[in-house]
């Protein structure tokens, strides 16, 4: 089975804590689709990153794999 598409929201007080939180449900993903033998596709991958302020982008890791921020501004 291939997912499609995937949408997951997270916060948190700065950049570093929402980049923490973002990789802590990654990982959880991970491990539900690898029980339920669902691959993601990491080549067509995209992370954005909506802020109201500039900062330097982030990196975020999903299936072993190092995806830098898409990044957005509100």
């Given at each position: 089975?291939?997912?499609d598409d995937l949408i997951?929201?997270?916060?948190?007080?700065?950049?570093?804590?929402?980049e923490n939180y973002a990789?802590?449900?990654l990982?959880?993903?991970?491990?539900w689709a690898t029980d339920n033998k669902?691959?993601?596709n990491d080549k067509n991958t995209r992370f954005?990153?909506?802020q109201r302020k500039e900062t330097t982008t982030g990196k975020l890791i999903f299936t072993g794999i190092t995806k830098d921020w898409t990044k957005t501004k509100k």
């Open positions: 089975m291939i997912a997951g929201l997270t916060r948190g007080a700065c950049k570093m804590e929402t990789n802590q449900d990982k959880k993903i991970e491990r669902i691959k993601f954005y990153l909506y």
